[in-house]
C-alpha cells in the first residue's frame, strides 16, 4: 500500500486542497474544495481516478467555496463534515463569506462524523481526530500506516491557525495541538490547510505557539 497526495493551492487564499490516493487504485479523497476546483478537478480525470468522499476538514469558506462546483463535476459523491458545523455549509455567517464581502452558501453535507470513526480508503485506513479551536467542528485525517495527517487549520509549518474568530476558542486549539497532533510520531508528515508541509517533530521543536511539554 502506497499512499499519494497530491496538494492543489487554489483561490483567494490559497488553500491547500488535496487529492488522495493509492499506487493502482482508482478511489480517491478529495480534501477540502476551495473557490475555482477546476485544476483539482481535471487532474482526477486525467489520473483516472474515481472519487468516493469530499472530505472537508472544516467548512470556512475557503474550504467550501468550490464544493457544489466539485459536486457538480463528480455526481454522486458524498461530502463529509464534522456534525459541529453541518450548519455552516448554507450559513454565510457561520462560514464566514458574509464578513468577506461575498456570501457562500452551498448545500448540505451528506454525511457527518463525530472524530473517532475510521474511514477506508483502499487498503488504508484513516482515523478521524476532532480537533477543534480554529473552528468547532475541525478535524484531522491521520494514516498511521503511510505516517500523513492532514490538518486543515490547526496547525501550520511553525504556526497555528487563527482563533479570533466568533467561534473559535484559542483554549481549544492548543489543546488540539498538544493533546491530539503532538501525540502523533514526530516522523509524522503535517499537511495543513495553507502554506508548506511540516512534520509533528519539527512543530513540537519550533513552534512558538504551542511547545510540547
Same mark, same amino acid.
Given at each position: 500500500?502506497?499512499?499519494?497526495?497530491?496538494?492543489?493551492?487554489?483561490?483567494?487564499?490559497?488553500?491547500?486542497?488535496?487529492?488522495?490516493?493509492?499506487?493502482?487504485?482508482?478511489?480517491?479523497?478529495?480534501?477540502?474544495?476551495?473557490?475555482?476546483?477546476?485544476?483539482?478537478?481535471?487532474?482526477?480525470?486525467?489520473?483516472?481516478?474515481? =472519487?468516493?468522499?469530499?472530505?472537508?476538514?472544516?467548512? #470556512?469558506?475557503? #474550504?467550501?467555496?468550490?464544493?457544489?462546483?466539485?459536486?457538480?463535476?463528480?455526481?454522486?459523491? =458524498?461530502?463529509?463534515? #464534522?456534525?459541529?458545523?453541518?450548519?455552516?455549509?448554507?450559513?454565510?455567517?457561520?462560514?464566514?463569506?458574509?464578513?468577506?464581502?461575498?456570501?457562500?452558501?452551498?448545500?448540505?453535507?451528506?454525511?457527518?462524523?463525530?472524530?473517532?470513526?475510521?474511514?477506508?480508503?483502499?487498503?488504508?485506513?484513516?482515523?478521524?481526530?476532532?480537533?477543534?479551536?480554529?473552528?468547532?467542528?475541525?478535524?484531522?485525517?491521520?494514516?498511521?500506516?503511510?505516517?500523513?495527517?492532514?490538518?486543515?487549520?490547526?496547525?501550520?509549518?511553525?504556526?497555528?491557525?487563527?482563533?479570533?474568530? =466568533?467561534?473559535?476558542?484559542?483554549?481549544?486549539?492548543?489543546?488540539?495541538?498538544?493533546?491530539?497532533?503532538?501525540?502523533?510520531?514526530?516522523?509524522?508528515?503535517?499537511?495543513?490547510?495553507?502554506?508548506?508541509?511540516?512534520?509533528?517533530?519539527?512543530?513540537?521543536?519550533?513552534?512558538?505557539?504551542?511547545?510540547?511539554?
Amino acid at each position: 500500500m502506497s499512499v499519494h497526495v497530491e496538494c492543489f493551492p487554489l483561490g483567494p487564499f490559497s488553500t491547500n486542497c488535496y487529492v488522495v490516493s493509492e499506487t493502482g487504485s482508482a478511489a480517491c479523497w478529495i480534501v477540502d474544495a476551495s473557490f475555482t476546483p477546476g485544476l483539482l478537478a481535471d487532474y482526477v480525470r486525467e489520473a483516472g481516478l474515481r =472519487p468516493e468522499l469530499i472530505v472537508l476538514t472544516h467548512a #470556512h469558506l475557503d #474550504h467550501i467555496a468550490g464544493l457544489d462546483e466539485l459536486r457538480e463535476a463528480f455526481p454522486g459523491v =458524498p461530502a463529509v463534515i #464534522h456534525e459541529a458545523e453541518k450548519n455552516f455549509l448554507e450559513d454565510a455567517a457561520l462560514n464566514l463569506s458574509a464578513g468577506y464581502g461575498f456570501p457562500v452558501s452551498v448545500r448540505a453535507a451528506e454525511r457527518t462524523v463525530k472524530g473517532g470513526e475510521t474511514l477506508t480508503l483502499g487498503e488504508s485506513s484513516w482515523r478521524v481526530l476532532h480537533t477543534p479551536g480554529h473552528s468547532p467542528g475541525g478535524i484531522t485525517l491521520y494514516c498511521a500506516e503511510a505516517g500523513i495527517a492532514l490538518v486543515g487549520d490547526t496547525l501550520f509549518h511553525e504556526s497555528v491557525g487563527r482563533f479570533d474568530f =466568533p467561534t473559535a476558542s484559542e483554549r481549544d486549539l492548543k489543546r488540539s495541538i498538544r493533546e491530539v497532533l503532538y501525540r502523533l510520531p514526530d516522523e509524522t508528515r503535517v499537511l495543513p490547510g495553507h502554506g508548506a508541509e511540516t512534520t509533528i517533530g519539527h512543530e513540537k521543536r519550533e513552534n512558538p505557539f504551542v511547545r510540547s511539554r
